[in-house]
């Protein structure tokens, strides 16, 4: 922790001394302390609570290689990741020690990485989103945001153990469909809540064995902290019921696919700038700002919200994936869908959901992104296109030239490009930052070089 006294890392020995003692009275013998690595999955060291308040005071030790894995756990080297040397301490943020419901004798936190000398690493995706959430507030604003969470519900099949086999055939949004698997989804929901997770909804979806879940809206660390906790809870949820989970991009590879989507709003002093202005649908110029903002730099954002190859088998017209970088009043094809909520409670519940996003993102870099983006559209002034209404796809090629309808990039390696280019991102994330993420990207590029739908989809399926 930077410029961590001797007193402050005694008083953080002493609360987690409480905390600690706490859960061992619930019968809780170690903490999951995680980070999210550049390909978005989720890493761990675990400590025993009685080193608990050691690991508060002195952080847990980890190599900064992580930073440079990829999702088969391959290694990389670039200009700053990867190596056999260095040295990092993970410190568990001490207000969000969660017991597991689902995961009996555990608790788990998430963690920030410093160096061994006391300064932030320039490579942690946590740190880096909570300076953007505090650079948006000194300009007088706040975010509230949530990420839904789809994922796939399979059954174990013994003659092929990594096949995706469902864990029911009910029709999409059925009831069917609940009804077969109401066991799991009570204990879902039980064990979210026994989590601390406040859930809004939950429904089967579309895809195949499919189902989405919605959780309140918070503060954007808190909501990518979220993020991490839900996953883990439903996915040891489903293996106390012999299930397996895909939160991957793709459970098959002729399948829609399973989003994250992201949905934002900016406050100013208690008042929704996504409401009540004279803007388009009743945004104030600072919630147009951000908006637009975030629909100039889609393209390079792409790199951080659809990080996987296997990404760009869902980003495809027709799937509600949002294809095409344009937005529109509640337009499940566009790439920004502007919700207004129902007459009564626009004030409360309008919001942007940015649909082109998806489930192996790494949450903490997918918000920093969209804030840097979004900031930037409030700072500029920027102004949104004129909206659209309908399919994108369905409109004639002339017709979306002439309207600046553009497709968002077909694969990760046009959107890393972007990426690259953005100045805005470049200068929220920094050079060692953004080098890795695009290293990152390209290792997977390559590992995947020559692979079929149908390989890709196999090889990420339970990567998340």
């Known amino acids: 922790m930077e410029g961590l006294t001797a007193k402050e890392r005694h008083d953080r020995a002493i609360r987690a001394g409480a905390l600690s003692a706490d859960l061992s009275a619930r019968d809780i013998i170690a903490v999951a302390v995680t980070w999210i690595d550049t390909s978005g999955i989720a890493r761990v060291k675990a400590v025993p609570v009685q080193r608990f308040s050691h690991a508060a005071a002195w952080g847990v030790g980890a190599s900064p290689v992580f930073d440079a894995f990829l999702l088969d756990d391959s290694i990389l080297t670039g200009h700053f990741a990867g190596g056999p040397t260095g040295d990092l301490r993970l410190y568990p943020d001490l207000d969000r020690v969660t017991p597991l419901a689902a995961l009996p004798g555990w608790a788990w936190a998430p963690a920030d990485r410093y160096t061994q000398s006391g300064m932030p690493h320039p490579r942690d995706a946590r740190l880096l989103l909570r300076r953007l959430v505090d650079e948006f507030g000194a300009d007088g604003a706040s975010l509230r945001t949530a990420i839904e969470f789809e994922w796939n519900v399979a059954r174990p099949d013994p003659l092929d153990p990594d096949r995706f086999h469902p864990a029911t055939t009910a029709p999409a949004y059925g009831m069917a469909r609940l009804s077969e698997l109401a066991g799991y989804l009570r204990d879902v929901l039980t064990m979210l809540r026994d989590s601390g997770v406040a859930v809004e909804q939950i429904h089967p979806e579309y895809e195949l064995s499919q189902f989405e879940l919605s959780v309140a809206a918070s503060d954007p660390v808190s909501t990518a902290d979220t993020a991490v906790l839900v996953r883990e809870v439903v996915r040891a949820t489903g293996t106390a019921h012999g299930l397996r989970t895909v939160f991957g991009p793709m459970a098959t590879a002729d399948a829609v696919g399973n989003g994250g989507h992201v949905h934002m709003s900016v406050w100013h002093r208690g008042v929704n700038q996504m409401s009540g202005g004279s803007g388009p ?30 990404s760009y088998l869902r980003l495809r017209p027709g799937r509600w994936a949002g294809a095409y970088r344009c937005w529109g009043l509640e337009n499940r094809e566009a790439a920004l869908r502007y919700i207004s909520g129902s007459e009564g409670e626009h004030a409360r519940a309008a919001n942007v959901e940015v649909k082109a996003f998806d489930a192996a993102a790494n949450p903490y870099l997918a918000l920093a992104g969209l804030i840097a983006a979004g900031r930037s559209g409030v700072r500029s002034e920027a102004t949104l296109p004129d909206p659209v209404a309908g399919d994108p796809d369905h409109l004639d090629p002339q017709t979306r030239s002439a309207r600046g309808i553009d497709p968002l990039p077909g694969t990760l390696a046009a959107a890393v490009a972007a990426f690259e280019s953005d100045d805005v991102l470049a200068a929220a994330f920094g050079a060692e930052l953004v080098d890795t993420i695009a290293s990152v990207r390209r290792g997977e590029i390559a590992l995947f070089a020559d692979a079929t739908a149908e390989q890709i989809t196999a090889a990420s399926r339970w990567r998340y």
Not at 281 to 306: D, K, T
């Open 281 to 310: 649908f009743g945004m104030s110029a600072a919630g147009e700002g951000f908006a637009a903002g975030i629909l100039q730099h889609l393209p390079g954002l792409l790199a951080l919200g659809c990080p996987s190859v296997a």
